[in-house]
């Protein structure tokens, strides 16, 4: 009989031993084995980071080299008075330093027209000055041939003219007349 219970005693504690062991036994941890990268370890064990945000892209050496190669864009023109009135009463002089030499002079009547032709954004444009002798007015006559009055010639009329549809088209033309007499003029 003692063999009997030797042997239910026997597989009693192998059964006890079984169960004590593993509790006896740290926890395993997790994701680690024994030829585990410890990289992959530590990615896996922390908390998946969220995705980083587009970094600027950048230019390739062609990129680089075509933004250097484009010109910079060209300054703002100085604003300049296009208003065609602005002649009114000044002198010939006055005038010639304004617009320069004029493209044709002719006489009609007692006036000297004096005609300037430009164009901007692809419409021509005409500005004819019509100058008078300070003692002359518009009306009087005088002989077409002989030479202004004392004291030069004063403008007492002037036609902004030309293909531009509109005034202030023509506009831009005579500031761009004055523009090209300013760059001319240094």
Known sequence: MRGAIQGVLAGALLSAALIAVPACTPPPQPNKTKTENPAVRETATQAPKPPAAAAPRRQGPSEQARMA???APPPEPEPVNDDPDQFLG???VAVAQ??????LIRRDGAA??????????????????????PAES???????????APGGLEVRFVDLRGAAASLEER???LAAMIRAQQLRSG
């Open 69 to 71: 190669a484009r010109p």
């Open 90 to 92: 000044q002198s010939g």
């Open 98 to 103: 304004l617009l320069g030499a004029p493209d």
């Open 112 to 133: 000297e027209v004096w005609q300037y032709r430009g164009a901007a954004g692809g419409r021509s444009c005409a500005l004819d000055v019509f100058l008078y002798g």
């Open 138 to 148: 518009a009306g009087s006559e005088r002989d077409a041939d002989a030479p202004p």
């Open 171 to 173: 506009r831009a033309c």
